[in-house]
Nanobody, 116 residues
Framework: QVQLVESGGGLVQPGGSLTLSCIAS????????MGWYRQAPGKQRDFVAA???????KYADSVQGRFNISRANAKNTMYLQMNSLKPEDTAVYYC??????????WGQGTQVTVSS
């Protein structure tokens, strides 16, 4: 099992930037893929971005070109650099990890609000 803790959320103006962090602990050697999802009020949780242990990345169309996912393996930390933020990016952002277990491990979430 992997434990995940997100940080870095907050309030930012449209067009601004924010970087989220996710620190993993526990059985981190088993992690194959880490990623970010987000959930806006009244909506389902949606995929945002993912990064495999080899470095390959994938992004949702809505954030492609604006967000960048990275991972510092030695520090067990994953980042989500978010640029050119829009009001529709407002959501609770969740970190997740696939360690080969039957289900993903999730963090507690961090709120991102984009508003003037």
């Amino acid at each position: 099992q992997v434990q995940l803790v997100e940080s870095g959320g907050g309030l930012v103006q449209p067009g601004g930037s924010l970087t989220l962090s996710c620190i993993a602990s526990g059985n981190i050697g088993s992690i194959v893929t880490m990623g970010w999802y987000r959930q806006a009020p009244g909506k389902q949780r949606d995929f945002v971005a993912a990064i495999r242990s080899g470095g390959a990345t994938k992004y949702a169309d809505s954030v492609q070109g604006r967000f960048n996912i990275s991972r510092a393996n030695a520090k067990n930390t994953m980042y989500l650099q978010m640029n050119s933020l829009k009001p529709e990016d407002t959501a609770v952002y969740y970190c997740c990890a696939d360690s080969g277990a039957p289900s993903l491990d999730w963090g507690q979430g961090t709120q991102v609000t984009v508003s003037s």
